[in-house]
Nanobody
Framework: QVQLVESGGGLVQPGGSLRLSCVGS????????ISWFRQAPGKEREGVSC????????YYADSVKGRFTISRDDAKNTMYLQIDSLKPEDTAVYYC??????????????????????WGQGTQVTVSS
C-alpha cells in the first residue's frame, strides 16, 4: 500500500535551517507529483510546496517562496524540503503527500492546494528561541 514517511523535523531557533525528508513506498514514486503541506495548532492545513514528476517543476506558496526549496531523488524514492530563514510562524507539523497525479496543481492567488489522497504521519517543526 502507499506509504509516506517524513523525517528531519526538530526545534530550531529563528533564522535557522532544517532539511525534511519524505520516503515513499508502495507506488511508482518517480511518476507522481509529491507535495509538502503543514498544519499549525488550531489552523487549517496549508499547502507549502509541490514538485511535479514529468518535468521536476517546483511550486511554492507565497508564504514560503524564497526560503523553502523542494527537490526529489527518484532513485531513492525520496523528496526533500530545505527550509531556510525559519520564522516562528513556520512552526507546524509538516506532511508529505500525493494525489497520485503526475503534475502539481498551480498556485492560485499565492496559495497552493494540498493533497487529499495520501499523506504520512508528519514531522514536527518548532521554531523558537
Amino acid at each position: 500500500q502507499v506509504q509516506l514517511v517524513e523525517s528531519g523535523g526538530g526545534l530550531v531557533q529563528p533564522g535557522g535551517s532544517l532539511r525534511l525528508s519524505c520516503v515513499g513506498s508502495g507506488f511508482s514514486f518517480g511518476y507522481l507529483a509529491i507535495s509538502w503541506f503543514r498544519q499549525a495548532p488550531g489552523k487549517e492545513r496549508e499547502g507549502v510546496s509541490c514538485i511535479s514528476a514529468t518535468d521536476g517543476r517546483a511550486y511554492y506558496a507565497d508564504s514560503v517562496k524564497g526560503r523553502f526549496t523542494i527537490s526529489r531523488d527518484d532513485a531513492k524514492n525520496t523528496m526533500y524540503l530545505q527550509i531556510d530563514s525559519l520564522k516562528p510562524e513556520d512552526t507546524a507539523v509538516y506532511y508529505c503527500g500525493t494525489d497520485r497525479l503526475s503534475r502539481c496543481p498551480p498556485p492560485r492567488s499565492g496559495d497552493l492546494a494540498y493533497p487529499r489522497a495520501y499523506w504520512g504521519q508528519g514531522t514536527q517543526v518548532t521554531v523558537s528561541s
